[in-house]
């Protein structure tokens, strides 16, 4: 079940909803996950920037005009933000470093959207640190 597709029901109580979400989704197990295929190139995917440290490729189901995902190439038990440590602060950095360049490059700069889903109770599906950057048409705010 995706997560984003659950029905919101205004008479479900707050915890009855956080518990349908976290087990709509996967848990942190700190298993490898797909992104590593694709950091591998083991799958194929629309790279929108890269370097030593920082891949960006476009996401599979875009919810956006532009959707792009910023990784970290070594994961380094950053499953999720909740999980960092001081010692992620540099790579923390490089990756929202990466994010302007990739909307830079998108022709979006002036106006976009980074959003971290961390846990299962933001709906977080892929448990390799990620950055969403969304733009190319007016993002709504407050978010779901
Ligand atoms: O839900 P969170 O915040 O964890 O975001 C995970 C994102 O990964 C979602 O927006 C998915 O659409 C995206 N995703 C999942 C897969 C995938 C992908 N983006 C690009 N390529 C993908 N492949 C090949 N396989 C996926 N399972």
């Known amino acids: 079940i995706q997560c984003r597709r659950l029905p919101f029901s205004a008479s479900a109580t707050n915890n009855e909803q ?3 979400k976290a087990a709509a989704v996967n848990a942190d197990s700190g298993a490898p996950t797909i992104f590593d295929k694709i ?13 030593e440290k920082v891949l960006a490729f476009r996401d599979i189901s875009p919810q956006a005009p532009v959707h792009v995902l910023v990784i970290p190439k070594f994961r380094d038990g950053l499953t999720e933000l909740g999980k960092a440590d001081a010692r992620h602060g540099e790579i923390l950095g490089q990756l929202l470093y990466a994010a ?5 490059k998108e022709g979006i700069a002036d106006g976009f959207r980074v959003v971290i889903n961390s846990g299962a109770s933001a709906c977080q599906s892929v448990y390799h640190l990620h950055l969403h950057v969304l733009g190319g048409r007016q993002m709504n705010w407050p978010p779901g």
């Open 18 to 20: 956080a518990a349908a």
């Open 39 to 51: 950091i591998n190139k083991e799958i194929p995917s629309s790279i929108v920037y890269e370097d």
């Open 100 to 104: 302007k360049i990739v909307a830079e």
